[in-house]
Nanobody
Framework: QVQLVESGGGLVQAGGSLRVSCAAS????????MRWYRQAPGKQRELVAT???????NYAGSVKGRFTISRDNAKNSVYLQMNSLKPEDTAVYYC?????????WGQGTQVTVSS
């Protein structure tokens, strides 16, 4: 079993920056894709960014150019650097990863952007 633990959320003013982190632990053989999702109140969970085991990245259009996803395979960790934050980025941010067997989710970390 693999556990994902996020950290780094908080309150920031519009235009500011924040970095959230996610570390995987447990019975890790190999983690393949790692992703960040977010869910705002009253809205569906949406995919924000993806990074493959080889380092290829992909972003939702709403965050492209502002957010950067990265990973450290040696630490089984994934990061999301968020710049030029907007109030509409306010959400609970969830880490997601998969191995050969299943998909795992973290518990989420709150990011609040004030106007």
């Amino acid at each position: 079993q693999v556990q994902l633990v996020e950290s780094g959320g908080g309150l920031v003013q519009a235009g500011g920056s924040l970095r959230v982190s996610c570390a995987a632990s447990g019975s890790i053989v190999r983690i393949f894709g790692m992703r960040w999702y977010r869910q705002a109140p009253g809205k569906q969970r949406e995919l924000v960014a993806t990074v493959t085991s080889g380092g290829s990245t992909n972003y939702a259009g709403s965050v492209k150019g502002r957010f950067t996803i990265s990973r450290d395979n040696a630490k089984n960790s994934v990061y999301l650097q968020m710049n030029s934050l907007k109030p509409e980025d306010t959400a609970v941010y969830y880490c997601n990863a998969n191995d050969d067997f299943q998909i795992y989710w973290g518990q989420g970390t709150q990011v609040t952007v004030s106007s």
